[in-house]
């Protein structure tokens, strides 16, 4: 069983992508937000049918060694405050006020936290500390807390806590509160930084625990053996139970970044944009050469985490998000209409104009082409709500109005990336509205050079397919000698050993990676390096911790490299009306990239349709295709 299953899930769209050992299958699916499994399993019999040329959905499942799934509901829930109230226990006095030192993190705290954080005093004796526990914990509750964080100030702390808890409130009674400490999450020694890790776990844990197992409860239903895998915002997945909900958070970005490594290592880029425009955000991150920025402490809504993530910056820019009017002035997202109601065009009551709803009436979009052709959108409806909602209230006409929308989105979506280009930047441009609008906002932001892949509208879920099955532990030594390091390398093996062996693999035939860290008692960062057991570890006054990564490959596909090929004119399949200004339309050729070869080329206006995306060209842009079936667009203005 080499098939490997992809699965991007959005907030509009939601993406497959399946690797059968050979090659690429992919199609997307409207994504169902009332019923993630819905829009997964819709997903897989598309893909199925796209596969083996009818549905199929359990031969596919059964020839699949594992489903990758990354999603977006964590994000989303964060970001609606969808989740637990979260309740904090804790004998640091001083934690509340750390915890809200920044407008961000007071803006997080008020949300998720508010008054519900009280402490205790482990100085008392252990009568008066068993009372206070009971009181505070019940305090919480009457609060709202549904579920706690116990924050100590060592994991000692913790232990004594956990004693009191367990014994006052056994885990079986129906009313107990699920408790997370926070040295089990983070051996982070920043307390306020390991405590937002914990709380903002707790608060995605409910969203994702309630899909994801419900999704392996519905494949089991197909006699499915191997377990679904989360993919995470590290790069690696791991299975359902032994995943952390925290590093779900932006974890389609990273899918997309890895994507963008792989073309930039094949193309021999030396700086890439990764632009990935859904239906909500635009997610932008940066590759260097052919590596992946990412931050060794992560952040979340700007709130510091203890764990590692790629640096992707977020926009509320896409192809649905609202496009108003404000004071006299066009204005585009934050919000989004999503995949319900969506954009006006998708006739599911839509009453908010988007750039889809501007492209299609601009004539960039074929309304009968849309996703393949599974999904025809209205033109009328389209034009209903851009009259009333922008030309009317502006008090101009609709072409006007349009040329003006599409500029305003054109200008939104340079300023997420203006800021990082250099004189050799790349765009690597993707998601189901990126190739539509990559060359519009590459010429504001200085970019000269713009690639679509050929999976562009899956892109993400293509990136996912360089992740293999992985775990990572950080974990402090209690004291900065020789001695110690080695027995927590001791018990960290231990701990891998069983992990790994959960996961479906055994310890000796992953790959492992150990690093020594060394920290200041606050928990500023001093070195890193290679570990192996027995290496000499002398660093008074300061505060020691082992980093294991352990990694189980996965096949991974291999991203051809490019080729010098010779260059002729692309053919064009026909033309189309594409409106350029408001009293302008042109005839503009229609290339489809599936019937285009390695070395085709035209310049602009063009319009390029590929699987499930539309290219625009605008003028004074030229495209290749690339030996490997890109497009490579260059800006000679």
């Not at 008020?110 to 914990?137: C, K, P, Y």
């Not at 779900?248 to 944009?273: D, I, K, M, V, W």
């Not at 425009?277 to 932008?284: E, K, N, P």
């Not at 250099?422 to 509205?433: C, Q, R, S, V, Y």
Request: glycine letters at 10%; charged letters at 20%; one cysteine or more.
């Amino acid at each position: 069983m080499e098939t490997l299953i992809n699965i991007d899930n959005g907030g509009t769209l939601t993406d497959i992508c399946v690797w059968d050992g050979t090659g690429f299958t992919f199609t997307k699916t409207l994504t169902t937000p009332h019923d993630l499994s819905e829009c997964l399993f819709t997903g897989v019999e598309k893909a199925s049918a796209a596969l083996y040329g009818t549905p199929d959905t359990e031969r596919l499942l059964h020839a699949t060694q594992h489903i990758r799934y990354s999603t977006t509901q964590g994000t989303n829930a964060l970001v609606e405050r969808r989740g637990p109230m979260i309740g904090i226990l804790t004998p640091l006095p001083d934690l509340g006020p750390a915890m809200r030192a920044t407008a961000a993190e007071k803006e997080l705290f008020e949300s998720l936290v508010g008054d519900r954080l009280l402490t205790i005093d482990m100085d008392a004796d252990h009568e008066t500390i068993d009372f206070e526990v009971v009181q505070q914990v019940n305090r919480l509750a009457t609060l709202g807390a549904a579920r706690v964080v116990v924050a100590g100030g060592d994991p000692e702390q913790e232990r004594r806590l956990r004693t009191v808890l367990l014994r006052k409130f056994p885990r079986h009674l129906l009313g107990s509160i699920p408790v997370i400490y926070s040295w089990d999450l983070a051996g982070d020694r920043n307390d306020p930084r390991r405590v937002w890790s914990c709380v903002i776990n707790s608060f995605l844990h409910p969203t994702m625990e309630r899909f994801l197992y419900s999704a392996e409860r519905r494949l089991k239903s197909y006699k499915v053996l191997n377990p679904l895998l989360v993919y995470r915002n590290d790069g690696a997945s791991s299975r359902v139970a032994k995943s952390v909900a925290l590093k779900t958070y932006s974890s389609g970005p990273r899918g997309g970044l890895e994507g963008t490594a792989a073309l930039a290592r094949a193309y021999g880029f030396a700086h890439t944009l990764m632009i990935d425009i859904g239906g909500t955000t635009t997610d932008v991150g940066v590759v260097a050469g052919d590596r992946v920025a990412a931050n060794e402490r992560g952040t979340i809504k700007g709130v510091p985490v203890s764990y590692p993530m790629s640096d992707v910056h977020s926009k509320g820019v896409g192809g649905s998000s609202v496009i108003a009017v404000e004071d006299g002035r066009i204005t585009v997202g934050p919000a989004s209409v999503g995949a319900a109601p969506g954009p006006a065009c998708f006739g599911f009551g839509g009453k908010q104009a988007t750039i889809t709803d501007v492209n299609l009436l601009l004539g960039v979009l074929d309304p009968d082409t849309y996703l393949d052709g599974t999904f025809r959108l209205d033109a009328e409806r389209s034009r209903a709500v851009v009259t009333d909602t922008i030309a009317a209230p502006l008090g101009i006409g609709l072409e006007e109005a349009l040329v003006r929308m599409e500029q305003a989105y054109f200008e939104a979506l340079s300023s997420s990336f203006a800021h990082l280009v250099t004189e050799d930047t790349t765009l690597a441009a993707f998601g189901g509205a990126g190739p539509m609008s990559a060359t519009g906002a590459a010429r504001p932001a200085g970019v000269r050079q713009v690639l679509v892949p050929r999976t562009a509208a899956v892109f993400s879920a293509f990136g996912i397919s360089f992740s293999d099955v992985g775990k990572t532990y950080e974990v402090g030594a209690p004291k900065p000698t020789t001695e110690s390091a080695r027995q927590t390398y001791d018990e960290l093996l231990v701990r891998a050993e069983r992990d790994m062996f959960q996961e479906g693999y055994a310890l000796a035939d992953c790959e492992t990676t150990w690093e020594l860290s060394v920290e200041e008692e606050d928990g500023t960062p001093v070195s890193r390096s290679a570990y192996r057991p027995g290496d000499p570890v002398d660093h008074p006054g300061r505060e020691v911790s082992l980093r294991l990564t352990v990694t189980a490959p996965l096949p991974h596909p291999e991203v051809v490299s490019e080729q010098e090929t010779g260059t002729r004119p692309a053919p064009a399949a026909g033309t189309r009306s594409v409106r350029s200004a408001a009293d302008r339309v042109d005839e503009v050729p229609v290339h489809v990239l599936t019937e285009l070869s390695p070395g085709d080329t035209a310049a602009g206006p063009a319009i390029v349709e590929g699987p499930f995306f539309t290219a625009r060209v605008l003028p004074g842009w030229t495209f290749r295709v690339t030996s490997a079936g890109d497009l490579l667009l260059h800006d000679t203005l």
